[in-house]
C-alpha cells in the first residue's frame, strides 16, 4: 500500500502515514484507543462474574473486537458471524447470513460487536435472529454509530463514538474491501473524474 510520510492529526502520539486516498481522519489512534479502554472499564463491570460470548461481525468489527478484547477482564469466548446487506456505499437493505455461530447461543451472554450501526437494519435483522435462539442476554457494542440515518430503531448498549452521515473507512471499515487495516478513521476524497 502507498503510504506519504505525513502525520495523521494533531496527535504526538500519532505515528500512521496518511494514506492517499483519505481526505480527512475524524477518529486518530489515540482516541480510539482511549475509548476502547472506557469501553472495556464499562463492559467488564456490567458483566462482572459472568461469562461473556462476544459474538464480531465480520469483516468489519475484526480491529475493534481485538482491541476491545484485550480490554476485557472477564471470561469470555469468541464466535463470529458474517452478514451481508452492503455493496460499495449503498445497503441493499436484504441481509443474508454468509457464516453462522459454531456455538449455541442458549443461555448465554451475548455481546453482538459491530463496527458501525447506519440504518440499523442489519442489527435488526441479526438481533431478531438471535433472540429466537434463547440467549440468556443479548446486547450490542458497536464501534462507531450514525444516528442521523436511521430506518428501523437499534439500541446499543455501547457505542464507542457517534458519528456525523458520512462514509468513513479504516479501523476495520472497507469501500470495496479496501482500507480496513488503516489504524484511524478517515473519510475518502471524492472519486477523480
Ligand atoms: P446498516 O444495516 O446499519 O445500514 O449497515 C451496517 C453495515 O453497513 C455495517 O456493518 C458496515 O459494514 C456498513 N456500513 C454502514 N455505514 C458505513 C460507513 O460509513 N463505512 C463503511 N465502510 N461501512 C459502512
Given at each position: ?13 500519532q505515528?500512521?502515514?496518511l494514506h492517499?486516498?483519505?481526505a ?6 489515540e482516541?480510539i484507543?482511549?475509548?476502547i ?11 462482572a ?10 469483516k468489519g ?6 482491541d476491545?478484547?484485550?480490554e476485557l477482564?472477564?471470561?469470555c469466548?469468541?464466535?463470529?458471524m458474517?452478514?451481508?446487506s452492503?455493496?460499495?456505499k ?7 447470513v454468509?457464516l453462522d455461530l ?6 448465554r ?5 459491530e ?5 440499523g437494519?442489519?442489527?435488526?435483522y ?5 433472540k ?7 446486547e450490542?457494542?458497536a464501534?462507531?454509530d ?29 469501500y ?18
Amino acid at each position: 500500500m502507498r503510504r506519504v510520510s505525513r502525520p495523521v492529526g494533531d496527535n504526538k502520539n500519532q505515528t500512521a502515514a496518511l494514506h492517499p486516498d483519505i481526505a480527512r481522519v475524524l477518529l486518530t489512534e489515540e482516541q480510539i484507543r482511549e475509548r476502547i479502554r472506557e469501553l472495556g472499564h464499562a463492559i467488564t463491570r456490567d458483566y462482572a462474574g459472568r461469562r461473556l460470548t462476544l459474538v464480531g461481525i465480520l469483516k468489519g468489527s475484526v480491529m475493534f473486537l481485538s482491541d476491545l478484547m484485550r480490554e476485557l477482564d472477564l471470561d469470555c469466548t469468541v464466535d463470529f458471524m458474517c452478514l451481508s446487506s452492503y455493496s460499495g456505499k449503498e445497503s441493499t437493505g436484504v441481509v443474508r447470513v454468509m457464516l453462522d455461530l459454531r456455538e449455541s447461543a442458549e443461555g448465554r451472554d451475548i455481546l453482538v460487536i459491530e463496527d458501525i450501526i447506519d440504518t440499523g437494519l442489519t442489527l435488526s435483522y441479526l438481533m431478531q435472529n438471535l433472540k429466537t435462539r434463547n440467549p440468556r442476554s443479548l446486547e450490542i457494542c458497536a464501534f462507531l454509530d450514525k444516528p442521523d440515518c436511521r430506518k428501523v430503531q437499534v439500541r446499543a448498549k455501547y457505542v464507542g463514538f457517534p458519528i456525523p452521515n458520512e462514509f468513513v473507512v479504516g479501523y476495520g471499515l472497507d469501500y470495496n474491501e479496501q482500507y480496513r487495516n488503516l489504524p484511524y478513521v478517515g473519510i475518502l476524497k471524492p472519486p477523480r473524474a
